[in-house]
């Protein structure tokens, strides 16, 4: 666990956090020939990582399949994340992904 701002915050939810934030900005800057905004949000519900790009492509989530070779990105974006949506913007996409800040802890 680490405290950050008053929020303890254990080691495995900051992994999740950087691996989504890691996955989205490099899918942005593959997929998208202009700029790229990021912003981190945390509130009540957790932290959303936002993502907006210039591209208007609508990502999709392939099925899993062991034997490809990379696009797995949105595949274990969305193991981790609680929720993960899209929105089309006058120009571009945002894609949000909300992660939980605390773990549920495991009653077994």
Do not use: C
């Not at 405290?3 to 900005?25: F, K």
């Amino acid at each position: 666990m680490r405290s950050e701002y008053g929020l303890q915050v254990s080691q495995r939810v900051r992994d999740s956090i950087e691996l989504v934030v890691s996955e989205l900005v490099t899918n942005a800057h593959k997929y998208a020939l202009g700029p790229v905004l990021m912003q981190l949000r945390v509130g009540a519900e957790g932290v959303d990582v936002v993502v907006w790009d210039s591209d208007p492509a609508v990502p999709v989530v392939r099925a899993a399949d062991p034997g490809r070779v990379g696009q797995h990105g949105l595949e274990i974006i969305k193991k981790v994340a609680e929720k993960l949506f899209v929105e089309r913007e006058p120009v571009g996409k945002r894609v949000t992904a909300r992660l939980a800040l605390y773990e549920v802890p495991n009653p077994a």
